[in-house]
Nanobody, 119 residues
Framework: QVQLVESGGGLVQPGGSLRLSCAASGLFFSSYAMNWYRQAPGKERALVATIGAAGGTTNYADSVKGRFTISRDNAENTVYLQMNNLKPEDTAVYYC????????????WGQGTQVTVSS
């Protein structure tokens, strides 16, 4: 079955960096756009960053532009989110999402990884 497994979350001080990883299995990775979402306590899940199936197209939420970078390695079936200059408002559970490039209603979610930015 399809599995998306996130890792790399943790506690970091403001201004620090973290790199999240999402390892995918059970799907043809190159046929999926990959996305990172986050959900803070009491808030709805929100899209943070997206990358096209070939990795050539990326988009970011305004709140993270210039600080976060999404990338993917199709040979390793893995998508990354490099997060720099972290702020307390980045504190959330971060989720990996895979969405098929043609059948857009076909999508999968990881279990989430907690990121806490605090001094």
């Amino acid at each position: 079955q399809v599995q998306l497994v996130e890792s790399g979350g943790g506690l970091v001080q403001p201004g620090g960096s973290l790199r999240l990883s999402c390892a995918a299995s059970g799907l043809f990775f190159s046929s999926y756009a990959m996305n990172w979402y986050r959900q803070a306590p009491g808030k709805e899940r929100a899209l943070v960053a997206t990358i096209g199936a070939a990795g050539g197209t990326t988009n970011y939420a305004d709140s993270v532009k210039g600080r976060f970078t999404i990338s993917r390695d199709n040979a390793e079936n893995t998508v990354y989110l490099q997060m720099n200059n972290l702020k307390p408002e980045d504190t959330a559970v971060y989720y990996c999402n895979a969405r098929h490039i043609f059948a857009v209603n076909v999508n999968y979610w990881g279990q989430g990884t907690q990121v806490t930015v605090s001094s």
